[in-house]
């Protein structure tokens, strides 16, 4: 039985509507715990006040540089003590996930234990750094948390200008996009790179981050500084089956409207059957929607967006020769804004061993080549906008290409010096690939 706990009216307003309110898990969990009562004092002066009252400091487990977030309490009375003692220190403990969230329930409830036993109890799987995020637990007893989370085989993520955690998405395991094995790359980069992660020697956060289709479930373009992306890069794949089946269910209609219309470069049209059999050849993909009309899919026009794929779910399937794109410098607000990731490989399959020991050495040079040249607090996408992604590229080794051109360049005095020489390189290239 906890303490008594305090009035939180602010608290209990956010419980009357329609959704599932944190409030009345933060409730069950005060039922027996001093932690959580206090927790909740504090919550609600922050909401009557408007202030948080939450700063920072040192608290660190042995042999890591990071993962652990300190806050301790500002809320103090007039001869400086906590006004909610048994929340004056409330750490978070950020572990690493398995790659693509997938845990059985045996390893679920023994988190859940091991957190009751040191912690607070409150648990929010995943925060938007893609950890766990083991919220609420006293400096004295974090070795000991962090100790039983490592003897059960969890390690702790990232914080400060350090390796982060990274995600991969559910991938192959659950999803018919996949086009690699997410989660063999997510392993094999972050293993690669632990010591990144342990004790942290960059001049700032930097992120991986693993998606297997462009849908990118884990938003990697975004929120990540390397992000691995599935694509595909021969003709779309058709199921008969399911193509019909979403046209007998949804018409022609919706099949206008969601699909055809929706696609960004108009790679789709709808055709007779005699006119698709005319069109059919190595460009085009044909999918049956009845027995008279066909869905006719441009591969040399379709830049890979999923649209259609996720609406005449199963129908349209990646194509057979899968990989992945490579993009650097995604990130959230900082020096420059938020941006998304820039392309620097187009296209790499990701199969064989050999494949992932060129992803290993492309992200290792990746992160070498940040630690060497990024400023303090500067993310990779910083460092790449400070210097022109030319130089970011040769200093990779990487060729230029043109699919890593976003728009059309607005300065017309550009010296095109060696243009010639770099697309006759590219066309060659390409015809290596084919
Ligand atoms: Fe168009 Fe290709 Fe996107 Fe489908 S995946 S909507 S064909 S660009």
Redesign the pocket.
């Known amino acids: 039985m906890a303490k008594k706990t305090h009035d939180t009216p602010m608290l209990d307003e956010l419980e009357g509507g329609p959704w599932p309110s944190f409030v009345t898990g933060l409730k069950r969990l005060a039922k027996d715990n001093d932690m959580m009562v206090d927790l909740m004092g504090q919550l609600e002066t922050s909401y009557r006040t408007r202030k948080g009252y939450w700063k920072g400091g040192t608290v660190g487990v042995f042999g890591y540089g990071g993962g652990v977030i300190p806050r301790f309490t500002e809320l103090k009375d007039e001869n400086g003590k906590p006004v909610y003692p048994d929340a004056a220190e409330f750490h978070t403990l950020r572990v690493q996930p398995p790659a693509g969230m997938h845990y059985d329930t045996k390893t679920l409830r023994k988190l859940c234990d091991i957190w009751e036993k040191h912690g607070s109890g409150l648990i929010a799987f995943h925060g938007q750094s893609g950890d766990i995020m083991f919220q609420g637990i006293r400096t004295d007893k974090v070795q000991d948390a962090f100790d039983e989370l490592n003897e059960n085989g969890f390690d702790l993520g990232g914080a400060g200008p350090a390796l982060r955690t990274s995600m991969s998405c559910v991938g192959a395991a659950r999803c018919e996009l996949s086009c690699y094995d997410e989660a063999r790359a997510l392993r094999e980069v972050i293993n690669n790179n632990l010591d990144e992660m342990h004790r942290p020697a960059l001049p700032y956060k930097f992120k991986f981050k693993f998606s297997g289709c462009?849908n990118d479930c884990v938003n990697s373009i975004q929120r990540s500084d390397f992000a691995t992306i599935g694509t595909w890069r021969d003709n779309?794949q058709v199921n008969h089956q399911y193509s019909r089946a979403y046209f007998s269910a949804h018409g022609m209609t919706d099949l206008v409207n969601d699909?055809v219309a929706?696609?960004?470069?108009?790679?789709?049209q709808v055709m007779k059957r005699g006119e698709a059999d005319a069109k059919a050849g190595p460009q085009h993909s044909v999918a049956e929607l009845d027995d008279e009309l066909r869905l006719v899919?441009?591969?040399k026009?379709?830049?890979?967006?999923?649209?259609?794929?996720n609406v005449v779910r199963g129908g349209?399937l990646p194509g057979k020769q899968r990989g992945v794109t490579i993009l650097v410098g995604g990130k959230g607000v900082l020096k420059i804004g938020s941006s998304m990731g820039t392309v620097i490989v187009p296209f790499m399959k990701l199969e064989t061993d050999e494949d992932y020991e060129k992803l290993k050495e492309l992200a290792r040079s990746v992160l070498d080549f940040f630690a060497e040249n990024a400023l303090e607090h500067e993310r990779v996408g910083e460092t790449v906008d400070r210097i022109g992604l030319v130089n970011f590229l040769e200093a990779l080794g990487l060729d230029v290409d043109p699919n890593m051109i976003s728009e059309p360049r607005g300065n017309p005095y550009v010296r095109t010096d060696g243009w010639d020489a770099e697309v006759a390189k590219w066309q060659s290239r390409k015809k290596d690939a084919a």
């Open positions: 462009p779309m699909v929706r696609c960004p470069t108009k790679a789709i899919i441009d591969n026009d379709c830049v890979r967006c999923t649209h259609c794929l349209l």
